[in-house]
């Protein structure tokens, strides 16, 4: 009878210590990533794109900010993207970790790395999210799922601290730059100024820095952006238009998700 008690406060125990164990530490292999992207809707115009970790676990509700450290040198990352495996990071941290310098100023090549890294508070990753309130910015067509999960997380940070925009896509290329409401949970969509999802060519460019070159080009379309003009860690700037090319697919995208949404 001891035994068993022992046993059941044991697993108690172990119960209650779970969620402690989903802030992790140790040694990863890293490697250079140079295309944003964001499996959850993060967009690319509202964070910093040169400090963004796409690791292989699912993305967390509350732990999104990591730490990495090589040779002395530490960056903050924001987990927004999953990986197939591999523990990838915004080619720009890599090349700093790496080398001591931006990958802009003196670009490097190389393989996976070991790094040390550490799972650290939200407020650690805040300069790297460039919205007024300090929000994450969520695409309000496209991260509901996710959205979901973290409200359905008691005193997640997501749940707690989320900024839904009428904007289709993580780098940025279609919808409006504004915000949207949600009557969670007696609705599951936002509520935006203009009709969720509405297929609007926006200029609110996202950067990639090209491996190994180091050149910073437009995630959307590849076109090498002029040395001194915006940073790829700005933030709802002026540029350059989505290519007009893949208008037509991202119109029925576009009528496709609001016609789900409608009848949902």
């Known amino acids: 009878m001891r035994r068993s008690a022992m ?137 509901m799922n996710y959205l979901a999960s973290c409200l359905g997380q008691k005193d997640s940070w997501v749940g707690r601290n989320y900024a839904l925009y009428n904007i289709m896509d993580p780098l940025c290329s279609w919808g409006y730059d504004e915000r949207c409401t949600l009557d969670w949970p007696a609705a599951n969509q936002g509520t935006c100024p203009h009709t969720l999802g509405t297929p609007e060519a926006l200029n609110a460019p996202v950067y990639n820095i090209r491996y190994p070159t180091g050149e910073k080009v437009l995630a959307s379309s590849g076109q090498t952006v002029a040395t001194g003009g915006a940073s790829a860690s700005s933030a709802g700037s002026a540029g350059h238009p989505a290519p007009r090319g893949s208008i037509g697919l991202v119109m029925v995208y576009g009528i496709l998700t609001c016609w789900f949404l409608r009848w949902r």
């Not at 796409?54 to 732990?63: E, G, K």
Request: glycine share 8%.
């Open 7 to 143: 046993s059941f406060l044991s697993f108690s125990l172990l119960l209650t210590a779970a969620p402690l164990a989903m802030a992790g530490s140790g040694t990863v292999w890293v490697t250079p990533h140079e295309s944003y992207s964001s499996s959850v809707g993060v967009l690319g115009c509202k964070v910093n794109t040169d400090r963004i970790a796409y690791w292989p676990s699912a993305v967390d509700c509350t732990n999104i900010c990591v730490s990495l450290t090589y040779q002395g040198r530490t960056v903050h990352l924001l987990k927004v993207d999953q990986s197939a495996g591999a523990h990838d990071v915004s080619y720009d941290a890599w090349n700093y970790l790496y080398t001591g310098f931006s990958a802009t100023e003196k670009p490097a090549a190389g393989g996976a790395t070991a790094m040390e890294y550490q799972d650290v508070d939200v407020s650690a990753c805040s300069d790297l999210i460039h919205t007024d309130d300090g929000k994450l910015p969520l695409s309000a067509s496209n991260s």
